[in-house]
């Protein structure tokens, strides 16, 4: 298959993705989960509303607008996507008025948090493949839409970087989601199913994030460190 007739079905694909109802409404719960839990940093610092809003966006979808730009893909979806930026809006507002109701949410904003690192992961993967990137470069546009938004958020908040002290499984799940995404997209390029089927796997690999970053939670099962020696 040619290049350009692969970039052609491949747009093709990421368009009947994104009218996946389901994806879009996981993608949806991810970005107000990233909102909400941006936002919740800025109360706690106690900013004002106008940072707090700022916050939010960016932790939603600063990643986003990284990996179009590094893409060339401008102006960048994180302020082009009207439907994007008035969830991470509103999560903002909300969380300025319902912040300690939101502290307690723990669990339903870490099986939210997980759906964002998941659909982040496989939308920016197969943006870049879209574009025609090589593997490895989808690989860092997937894991710079998951992550790179939390790590913006906890730089201008003067933290240290969930992505760096959570020691639970929180980069690595994206990374595998991103793994799998190219990989499902290399089959689905040599002919050995349609494109719908590659949508579910997306869908697939989404839950997978999803269940690993849980499990990690639940059992408290870290990432290994440097070894012990002496």
């Keep these: 298959m040619s290049e350009r007739l692969f970039r052609e079905e491949k747009r093709g694909m990421k ?7 389901i994806f879009m409404v996981i993608e949806y719960l991810g970005i107000l989960s990233c909102g909400l839990s941006g936002g919740l940093a800025a109360v706690r610092k106690g900013y004002d509303i106008i940072a707090i809003l700022l916050v939010s966006w960016i932790s939603a979808l600063g990643g986003g607008v990284v990996r179009d730009v590094l893409l060339g893909q401008v102006p960048p979806s994180g302020i082009t996507d009207k439907g994007s930026v ?3 809006l509103a999560s903002g507002l909300v969380v300025a008025v319902a912040h300690p ?49 939390g790590l913006l958020r906890d730089i201008l908040l003067n933290q ?39 949508m579910a796997l997306d869908l697939a690999i989404v839950a997978l994030v999803v269940v690993l970053r849980i499990i990690s939670v639940k059992f408290d099962i870290l990432v290994p460190g440097a ?3 002496h």
């Design 15 to 21: 368009t009947a993705l994104e009218g996946n109802l």
């Design 160 to 198: 240290v970087p969930a992505v760096i002290q959570d020691q639970h499984w929180y980069a690595l799940p994206s990374l595998i989601g991103c793994l799998l995404t190219l990989a499902s997209t290399r089959a689905q390029q040599h002919g050995l199913y349609p494109a719908r089927v590659d």
């Design 101 to 149: 109701e939101i502290s307690r949410m723990t669990w339903s904003m870490l099986v939210t948090d997980a759906m964002a690192l998941g659909s982040f992961a496989v939308n920016g993967t197969a943006k870049a493949l879209m574009c025609g990137t090589g593997g490895m470069t989808a690989i860092f546009m997937g894991m710079a839409t998951a992550l790179v938004g």
């Design 86 to 88: 008035i969830v991470t």
């Design 227 to 229: 070894v012990d020696r």
